[in-house]
């Protein structure tokens, strides 16, 4: 029996390494004999970087860069060697987890570090770029980044504007000439599930303003000053579109790449898929296991078991999930190439005790190791 696991982390609880793992022990349980290929799997958010690197035997690279809020850190970013691309994930140096609560103003938070990271990256040879936006905690059209990389936004005294999208307000001119003139010759693919646009009742600043700390007058200032920033940007980028889908992402970050970088966006599993080479395992499997932490009546919508499900039905593959928990709704995933789902939760416990790394790992193990031993009798 060959069975392919590719599976998404249990968020809080087991890396999508760790899962796979458990799934295995538990197969191996029932078939000694069992070639299991475990694919680790991301959705273009947080663990891309690690998943992408290990399935290509990439390596990881540090870099100083700033946080959100200016403060020096040091982060990291895969590249791999046989290709020279990049894998960063923009949350290493923008992320929303690198801040304290209370420093969360989008006023101020800029993705200059970004910038930072890819300057970095071409340095090192890089021409090619992944790039994951999620988990952002800023809200500045991505116009750190920019800055980091020579474009020049300069308010009315020509200085660059500050940073954060309070930086937005002061632009009057852009300049793009003294832009680092390797980012000419790169080409840049970001992995985006967000579809909102950049400006309006849909746009970053009404959509995801208040989890970054804006208060309603901010989100009402920032969204007006996006539509400026926009506005100027097609002054000098005639092809700058802010109603794209996805240019709201990461705080407007999607619409600076797409507008400045060229960027292309791409489903977030669907890059990793491709990535990781996850279409050649599945065609010479006989049973696909998928999963995620928690599986409900969003599960069918871009995430990542559905997304490994489809490629899999492709080649008439059986696919099983497994899940921390499974809510109502969830059903949705049988239409949708997920032909059986199974909650690995035994006894009744807290959600802290259920997430313990070591009791989720032998939940699992457990509950695979069972599904397995149905499977025999009818093998």
Known sequence: MVVTVSIDSFKGSLSTFQAAEAIKNGINRVYKEAEVNICPLADGGEGTVEVIISATHGEMVSATVHNPIGTIIETSYGIIPKTKKAVIEMSAAAGITLIDEKDRNPLNTTTYGVGELIADAISKGCRDFIIGIGGSATNDGGVGMLQALGFEFLDKLGNQVSFGAKGLSEIVEIRTENAVAELKECNFCIACDVKNILCGEDGCSAVYGPQKGATPQ??????????????????????ADATVPGTGAAGGLGFALLAYLNATLKSGVDLVIDEIGLEEH???????????GRLDNQSYMGKAPVGVAKLAKKYNKPVIAFSGCVTDGAEMCNEHGIDSFFPILRTPCTVQEAMECNIASKNLSDTVEQVFRLIKLFK
């Open 282 to 292: 599945i065609r010479n499997s006989d049973i696909v296991i998928t999963g995620e």
């Open 218 to 239: 901010m989100i009402n200032d920032m969204d007006g000053w996006l539509k400026k920033y926009a506005e100027l940007t097609k002054r000098v980028i005639p092809s």
